[in-house]
Nanobody, 121 residues
Framework: QVQLVESGGGLVQAGGSLRLSCAAS????????MGWYRQAPGKQRELVAA???????NYADSVKGRFTISRDNAKKKVYLQMNSLKPEDTAVYYCNAEGVVTMGWGIGDYWGQGTQVTVSS
């Protein structure tokens, strides 16, 4: 059983910062890509940032220069540092892990339960 648990969401004023964390647990051998998605009310879930193992990061145009994604492979964690937050960043943020290989040699994709980020103007 693989679980992703996010933390770090909350309420912040425009221009402020938040740091999201996501920890993967379970009988995990490796994770290919870890990333963050978000879903605002009435909108589709969208990619915010992703980071593959040993590869280059990928950001949505709307967050480039403001958000930074990083991961700790040994701890199976991924982080999202969010600076210069705007009201339009308000959404539920979901952690995602793709290409998760488990000790039983299964492979799959997993989602966290989501954490609310609210940016007030």
């Amino acid at each position: 059983q693989v679980q992703l648990v996010e933390s770090g969401g909350g309420l912040v004023q425009a221009g402020g910062s938040l740091r999201l964390s996501c920890a993967a647990s379970g009988r995990i051998f490796s994770i290919d890509v870890m990333g963050w998605y978000r879903q605002a009310p009435g909108k589709q879930r969208e990619l915010v940032a992703a980071i593959p193992t040993g590869g280059s990061t990928n950001y949505a145009d709307s967050v480039k220069g403001r958000f930074t994604i990083s991961r700790d492979n040994a701890k199976k964690k991924v982080y999202l540092q969010m600076n210069s937050l705007k009201p339009e960043d308000t959404a539920v943020y979901y952690c995602n892990a793709e290409g998760v290989v488990t000790m039983g040699w299964g492979i799959g994709d997993y989602w966290g339960q989501g954490t609310q980020v609210t940016v007030s103007s």
